[in-house]
Every structure is written in structure tokens, then in C-alpha cells.
């Protein structure tokens, strides 16, 4: 067998082996990559604004005036505005605002806690019937106490019948019904009233 000693075999290849942009896939920009950098953007942008701003309200509150001696605010920040104002106002007459706005406090608890009697008074004169008849009257802890007389038993009952239709009469008992020598009935009443009824301003 002979051997063909004229064939050469060679690994190295003869081309220069050369990329082919082509073959290159691009990736596009993921949509979440962008977002994420818009929303970064706004971010920094947003935080700048807010910064900037909070430095406009401090120059303008900080701000100093064009003319310290001058009695005018025109031109100066809040404070140094407000400084001007306290500088321009009398200390007497300061002092008498403190106790006038004091005397204006105690008027108001005392408008607070003051009860009137005259609405009672309106509501037995409108609810009472004419055959009854009161001798003694007397508050005590939102309670009315009061001793009298009526014609009749049957007349009590229909007072009865008057007082428990009033929203302004929380409650009441009649008690101690005695007759007198007359054949009248004597009683004595305990009425509980509405706080409403006894307010002062509410009254005005």
C-alpha cells in the first residue's frame, strides 16, 4: 500500500475567522428597568423641589428688615415683623388686655354654671291646673320639692296626666295625699327638670 506523502493535513484554519455583527442578538431595555428610572428621576426631582421650597419659607420667615429703624414691616420676614409689632404695641396696654381677657374667663365659667328659676316658674304657672295649689316651693339638686293643695283627688290625677306629657319634667311623685278639713286634698310633689331648662344662656 503505498502513501500518498504529497497530502498534508493542517488543523490551522486558512481564514481568519471573523464575528458576524449580524449574528449578535441586541436586547431590548427592559420595561421595568425604565420605569424604575423614571420613577428614580422624579424622585430626585421631587426631593430638590421640596427642599428648595423649605429654604424659600425659611428665608422669608429669618428674613431680616430693610430698615430695622424704620416703624414699617414692609419688606421684613415674619419674625423680624412680629418683633416690629410687639416693639410698637404699650406695655400698659398690654397689661390691661391680659385682665380684661382674665375678667372675660371667669364671666364665662361663671355664665357656665349659672341656673335660672324664672323657666320653672313659666312651666308650673302653664302646666298647673287652676283646682291646684301650691303653698311652698323649694330646688334642691335639679329636684323640685313642693307642698300643696287641690280640690280633689281626680284633680290630682289629671295634673298627673298634665306633668307626664311635659319633655321638660324628667320625672315627678306625688306623695303624702292627705284630706283636710275642708275636704280639700293636701300633697306634697317632688319634680325633676331638665338641665336644659335651667340653663342660663339657654334661657337668653
Known amino acids: 500500500m503505498e502513501t500518498n506523502n504529497n497530502f498534508k493535513t493542517s488543523f490551522i484554519p ?4 471573523v464575528d458576524n455583527p449580524a449574528d449578535k442578538v441586541s436586547r431590548p ?9 423614571v420613577v428614580l428621576l422624579l424622585s430626585v426631582a421631587l426631593a430638590g423641589g421640596a427642599y428648595g421650597y423649605v429654604q ?12 430695622p429703624a424704620a416703624p414699617e414691616t ?5 419674625l423680624a415683623s412680629l ?9 400698659g396696654l398690654l397689661v390691661e388686655f391680659r385682665r380684661l381677657d ?40 335639679k329636684t323640685l320639692q313642693i307642698s300643696g293643695v287641690a280640690r280633689s283627688y281626680e284633680d290630682i290625677a289629671v295634673q298627673s ?28 310633689l317632688a319634680i325633676t327638670i331638665d338641665d336644659k331648662l335651667l340653663d342660663y344662656k339657654l334661657s337668653l
Open 14 to 17: 486558512k481564514q481568519t475567522v
Open 29 to 37: 431595555i427592559s420595561l421595568v428597568t425604565t420605569v424604575a428610572f
Open 56 to 67: 424659600l419659607l425659611k428665608n422669608e420667615i429669618n428674613r431680616p428688615c430693610p430698615d
Open 74 to 78: 414692609t419688606g421684613c420676614g415674619l
Open 83 to 91: 418683633e416690629k409689632e410687639r416693639q410698637a404695641l404699650d406695655d
Open 102 to 141: 382674665a375678667k372675660l374667663s371667669l364671666a364665662e365659667r361663671l355664665l357656665d354654671r349659672h341656673i335660672t328659676a324664672l323657666p320653672i316658674l313659666d312651666l308650673l304657672q302653664g302646666k298647673t291646673l287652676e283646682t291646684v295649689r301650691y303653698d311652698s316651693l323649694d330646688y334642691n339638686d
Open 161 to 188: 296626666n298634665v306633668f307626664d306629657k311635659e319633655k321638660a319634667i324628667s320625672g315627678f311623685i306625688f306623695s303624702d295625699l292627705k284630706l283636710d278639713a275642708n275636704g280639700n286634698v293636701s300633697f306634697k
